[in-house]
């Protein structure tokens, strides 16, 4: 009641590990239009270098969920990344081989997992909270404030 909030806090119940890979992912898993296979390297030219090895490795018949999937799970994750999207066979194909070859290409991100410090801000408003844009006031009106967020 009034402004006292209160919270119970327990322990979620525990769920049971995942054991395997499910063999039938169209009985037991939703079909994605729109799949990620990430990649990733110690340098941007072996990054290349891998891309460039899985186009030529990917069989004509593969499932492209298991190969996202085997991508995301089990490899070791390295400071230089790419992600091909796509939802067949010869989208991920073009975005390995733009991978490889350095080139942009709209199935292709790339990135690094170099993580940069940065600084978290939060703003306990209290009563008002409903007032949109009352943080963006806050930091105009004073420089402090916008000193303190920046």
Do not use: C
């Amino acid at each position: 009641s009034g402004t006292n909030a209160h919270v119970i806090l327990e322990e979620a119940p525990e769920e049971p590990a995942i054991t395997r890979i499910p063999t039938s992912r169209q009985a037991e898993w939703p079909s994605h239009p729109v799949l990620p296979w990430v990649l990733s390297a110690r340098t941007p030219e072996a990054l290349g270098k891998q891309a460039e090895r899985l186009r030529d490795f990917v069989p004509q018949n593969a499932d492209m969920a298991d190969v996202g999937w085997s991508l995301a799970t089990g490899r070791a994750r390295m400071e230089h990344r790419g992600v091909v999207v796509g939802a067949e066979r010869q989208d991920f194909l073009r975005g390995l081989d733009a991978l490889a070859r350095g080139a942009d290409d709209t199935t292709v991100i790339r990135g690094d997992g170099n993580h940069r410090p940065g600084r978290l801000a939060v703003l306990f408003s209290g009563q008002g909270a409903q007032r949109v844009g009352m943080g963006r006031g806050l930091y105009r009106a004073w420089p402090v404030f916008a000193e303190a967020f920046d």
